[in-house]
């Protein structure tokens, strides 16, 4: 049952494969048509790969704040942590960039759209790390903090030498997939008109009209940056493993 | 051991784990043995004496000053002795000589060289030193509780707390971490234990308290709770456990 089970995904999933390729292979490409947009399409990559660097570090480290209000014992610290999680994670990320840029940033007089873009993303981003991360510590079994405590730990040295260390290697996983996401969500930031890969995407096949020439690049570029943060989160998770 | 309980009461809801419990420690007692019947209040008394929960009611005294119910307090009284738990709980993520000698480098102001030390030492009387680079989940439930034990021991405890210490082991790791136990009692280590090895308690105690139903039923030597015990309650505990 189970030989055939896998047996059949194996098939189903080998078909829809050599499918795509074929379509894919089949196409009539009109490389030439782009090739003049090459340059800008490298140049949106790599201003995809700082908005997205930037702002993956800057995400942590908002969602580790975030986590440290909601997991607080002072409430208001936790209310306004809960209260600009629900808010950031229930509604558009397109809406928050608008907001963000046309109406946020004007009042406080920032001009660069890097460094907006790249705090809208963040800010953005680290409200779902920052649920991942509460869900990583509250994972930790109860009778780790009490070993903990009977050591004679105090709350902070728990959560530095028990907890966190055990968490990290939990939401490492969840914690790489949400930076793929947001690797891929910074293709929303052409609303605000920065030079990114997406966008640069688009105008190539606004001017073109070669749909799969402009595309297909993007999904490659896209691909070589969340690839490597994928086998660099499964070699951590495997450095970091302690059970058998 | 002086310590002494008054009027000493936990209830979790409705429940009452412990009812208005006194009972001073008799003098020259150095091994204190909690039997009686699952759910009888053993563990809820040992974690109060360990510093780990405090009373709804009622007062513990060591040495006539009284325990207080502050969390800095508890602290250091946590950090003066060594308590050890039913399910060994090891911090699985750091090696046996790592969970050794985390609370001697935090707690206990030791520099690394000297931690070491002491923890290899600790290791070695516990037969562990060929064990020390490993992880809790490469070794057995013996190892295991034999690593929790030097744990508790390496900063040399005032007093020891061992709660049902072999309840989750087979019968051989049973007796290993016992022979390892009665080695601490004959080096005349001041330990508070509960168990339900019957003639572990009477080969170790000093002073026997037969708990159940959340009240002290009777305390004595060890040959009067087992040979001659006054209350009809106990009688038929040790005729049931004692039959097999």
């Known amino acids: 049952m189970r030989l055939f089970l896998n047996a059949s995904v194996t098939v189903v999933l080998g078909a829809t494969f050599c499918f795509f390729f074929f379509v894919l292979v089949g196409h009539e490409y009109r490389w ?39 997991l607080s014992t002072f409430s208001p610290a936790r209310w306004l942590a809960r209260g600009y999680v629900e808010i950031i994670r229930g509604t558009p990320l397109l809406t928050q960039i608008l ?37 990583g510590i509250g994972s930790i079994p109860k009778s780790q903090w009490e070993s903990a405590r009977a050591i004679g730990l105090t709350g902070a040295q728990a959560y530095r030498f028990v907890i966190i260390p055990q968490a990290i290697r939990r939401v490492l996983p969840a914690t790489t997939g949400q930076f793929a996401n947001l690797i891929k969500d910074s293709s929303l930031l052409y609303v605000i008109g920065l030079g990114e890969f997406t966008m640069q995407a688009r105008q190539a096949n606004a001017q073109t009209y070669a749909v799969f020439e402009s ?22 998770e495997h450095r970091t493993r302690y059970e058998h | ?58 007062e513990i005294r060591f040495d006539a000053t009284l325990l207080s119910r502050g969390d800095d307090p508890l602290r250091s009284h946590r950090r003066q002795n060594g308590f050890l738990f039913q399910a060994f709980n090891l911090f699985p993520h750091l090696t046996a000589l790592e969970n050794v000698t985390l609370p001697l480098t935090e707690v206990h102001d030791k520099n690394p060289v000297e931690a070491r030390e002491i923890a290899m030492a600790c290791l070695e009387r516990f037969r562990l030193g060929a064990h020390h680079q490993k992880r809790p989940a490469e070794m057995s439930g013996g190892q295991q509780q034999r690593v ?36 601490l ?7 508070i234990l509960s168990t339900h090895e019957m003639g572990f308690a009477r080969a170790v105690a ?27 309650v106990v009688r038929q505990f040790l005729g049931r456990v004692m039959r097999y």
């Open chain 1, 32 to 70: 030439s048509a782009i090739a003049p947009y090459a340059p800008n399409l490298f140049a949106g990559w790599g201003m995809t790969l700082l908005v997205s660097a930037a702002s993956l570090i800057l995400s942590v480290i908002i969602g580790a704040g975030l986590t440290a209000g909601q």
């Open chain 1, 215 to 236: 595309y297909l690049p993007l999904a490659i570029g896209y691909l070589a940056l969340t690839l490597p943060i994928s086998f660099a989160s499964r070699w951590l």
């Open chain 2, 185 to 191: 009692c004959r080096d005349g280590q001041e330990i």
């Open chain 2, 206 to 232: 000093d002073e026997i308290v037969f708990l159940a139903d959340g009240e002290i039923v009777e305390t004595g030597s060890p040959e009067k709770i087992f040979d001659a015990p006054d209350s009809e």
């Open chain 1, 99 to 135: 907001i963000g840029y046309y109406l946020v940033a004007p009042m406080l007089h920032w001009e660069n759209k890097f460094a907006v873009g790249v705090l809208i993303l963040a800010a953005f981003a680290g409200a779902y790390l920052s649920e991942i991360f509460r869900a």
């Open chain 2, 1 to 58: 051991m002086n310590i002494e309980l008054t009027d000493l009461t936990r209830r979790y809801g409705e429940a009452h784990a412990l009812r208005s419990v006194s009972y001073r420690v008799p003098e020259g007692v150095r091994v204190l043995v909690l039997i009686g019947p699952s759910g009888g209040g053993k563990s809820t008394l040992l974690r109060m004496l360990g510093g780990l929960d405090v009373p709804d009611a009622g």
């Open chain 2, 148 to 183: 929790a034990l030097a744990r508790a021991l390496a900063h040399q405890p005032r007093l020891l707390i061992l709660d049902e210490p072999t309840s989750a082991l087979d019968p051989e790791m049973t007796a290993e971490v016992l022979e390892v136990i009665e080695g």
